[in-house]
């Protein structure tokens, strides 16, 4: 079969992509991946054919204004409170500003009308049996309603989004029927207008998702589901000569992401959490830039600062992991049974430390809460504390257990004859 894979410009999005693809051109189908220009060299990177859109200026004006980061887009936005909306604390106003928010912030942005319109023609052009798109690229579903293909969203993290759309439809029809707005479904009616095709509610959340959450931090939604073991990629990388020496003491990796490499005031003082954790007994290996290393008054005698690690090769060498809630950080450790403490900031950052802290494989902070002591004590803690390596080896067990991205193939190609559109 066709598979057409589909991403917003930002290359974390579209690694979460790569193992699947990989699999499926391994099993021989054909596969290419539909992106902003800025995507296509991650792409061809690692072996794609690429599809370059149509450049869309407010999505390149978006990026250019974030430095390809998102997570300054994403800060200040106290209605997308995903963490009382998984506790039911939310009410109809709070769960329709919400879809509002999700409509402007995201829908229209990144999937704007020249987007859609060249990865329709695309879609038209190719024919593909199967549109695959990671979960704010709803180019995807309206490409694939254009040409009759079935298609399905690659989840990275707990399933936000549909969590958000499940609590809001279950709001929304308690609401009088005058009274029942839906801005996402006015979006999405619109776009696939564009093509004449009507709105389904499936075009929402796709025909079903592709899921890497394991049992415990996965938000257990009642969607159409087909579990996936968590993959890593972290694309072109070199091995240094040091990581394949066994550590002397404890091995500690501390990454806080792009977005505390721009050294705003609400962002994470790294220099202070290095000096902080200055005289514990382990090795800490700290991921910063030119910038970030010349802001510290010294460099301990246990700290190995370093620009870049693919956390795939170095997480299994270590004994705990501080991170800054990305995504693909917090599976990889998973994946590896590393205890982590993850530090909160960016928008589903609540939800996800949730999860981990409820299966006893982390420690969370939100950023107003974290210092540099109270991180050398959360630390001494992960360390010491047998729970946290348990909770993190069950995890892992949960997450070596779940089919991987080879073994969903043939359940893949299931539903996607059950579901395409002939013709």
């Known amino acids: 079969m066709r598979v057409l894979v589909t991403s917003i410009p930002h290359h974390t999005h579209y690694y979460h992509l790569v ?5 499926l051109r391994a ?3 054909e596969v290419v991946a539909a992106g902003q220009p800025s995507l296509v060299d991650a792409i061809t990177a690692c072996g794609i054919p690429a599809f370059p859109l149509a ?3 407010s999505l390149a004006q978006i990026f250019e204004e974030v430095e390809g980061d998102l997570q300054p887009y994403q800060h200040g936005i106290d ?4 963490l009382g909306t998984l506790k039911d604390e939310l009410d109809w106003e709070k769960l329709l500003a919400q879809q509002v928010i999700l409509s402007g912030l995201w829908l229209e942005p990144l999937n704007g009308a020249t987007t859609l ?5 695309f879609a038209r052009a190719w024919k593909p049996d199967l549109v695959l798109w990671e979960p704010f690229t709803y180019a995807g579903p309206v490409a694939a309603r254009a040409c009759g293909a079935a298609h399905a969203r690659v989840l990275w993290g707990p399933d936000t989004i549909g969590l958000l759309r499940t609590k809001f439809l279950e709001a929304q029809a308690l609401q009088p029927e005058e009274h029942r707005d839906d801005p996402v479904a006015e979006w ?3 776009a696939l207008a564009r093509y004449g095709c009507d709105f389904r509610e499936e075009d929402v959340l796709g025909h079903w998702s592709v899921d890497p959450m394991a049992e415990g931090v996965s938000l257990g939604l009642d969607l159409p589901t087909v579990p996936m073991r968590y993959t890593p990629y972290n694309g072109s990388a070199v091995i240094p000569e040091w990581l394949t020496e066994e550590p002397k003491r404890p091995r500690v990796c501390l990454t806080l992401g792009v977005s505390s490499r721009e050294h705003s005031e609400d962002e994470v003082p790294v220099q202070k959490f290095v000096e ?3 005289d514990l007994d382990i090795e800490l290996v700290a991921t910063l830039d030119d910038a970030q290393r010349d802001l510290l008054p010294r460099i301990p005698d246990n700290t190995r600062i370093v620009d870049f690690v693919p956390m795939d090769a170095l997480l299994p060498t270590c004994s705990a992991i501080i991170n800054h809630s990305g995504s693909g950080t917090c599976n990889t ?6 205890p982590q403490i993850i530090l909160g900031g960016i928008l589903d950052a609540a939800v996800r430390q949730h999860m981990f802290a409820q299966s006893s494989a982390a420690l969370t902070f939100a950023p107003e809460e974290v210092t540099g002591e109270a991180l050398r004590s959360a630390l001494v803690r992960l360390l010491e504390e047998p729970r946290f390596r348990d909770g993190a080896r069950r995890l892992k067990e949960r997450m070596r257990a779940m089919p991987s991205p080879a073994g969903i193939v043939p359940t893949l190609e299931r539903l996607t004859a059950e579901h395409r559109r002939a013709g």
């Open 19 to 23: 193992p699947l693809i990989w699999a």
């Open 27 to 29: 099993s021989g189908h």
């Open 55 to 57: 450049e869309e200026e």
């Open 79 to 82: 209605e997308f409170d995903f």
């Open 117 to 121: 319109d060249s990865i329709v023609g």
């Open 188 to 190: 999405m009616t619109w």
């Open 276 to 278: 902080a954790l200055s």
């Open 333 to 338: 450790a998973a994946l590896h049974g590393v």
